[in-house]
């Protein structure tokens, strides 16, 4: 089972995913370690648990279609 640093490891590839963590780490720069550390334990346990949700399955010509024109 992936970790969250996997995870980190992998969008480091992604300009968006970049841009999305630079503004999730400005928001959380203005809470405590308790708070950050909390909001990081649920992200793990959301998206690495039993619990979470299965993936959405995309076929592959409706990804290639840009969302916004």
């Not at 992936?2 to 969008?11: I, Y």
């Not at 708070?35 to 993936?55: H, I, M, N, Q």
């Amino acid at each position: 089972m992936p970790d969250l640093s996997d995870l980190m490891a992998e969008l480091q590839g992604s300009e968006i995913a970049r841009e999305a963590m630079a503004h999730l780490e400005a928001a959380l720069a203005h809470r405590s370690d308790a708070e950050r550390g909390a909001f990081w334990r649920a992200v793990d346990l959301y998206y690495f648990s039993r619990k979470a949700p299965p993936e959405p399955v995309i076929a592959a010509e409706e990804a290639a279609v840009p969302l916004s024109a």
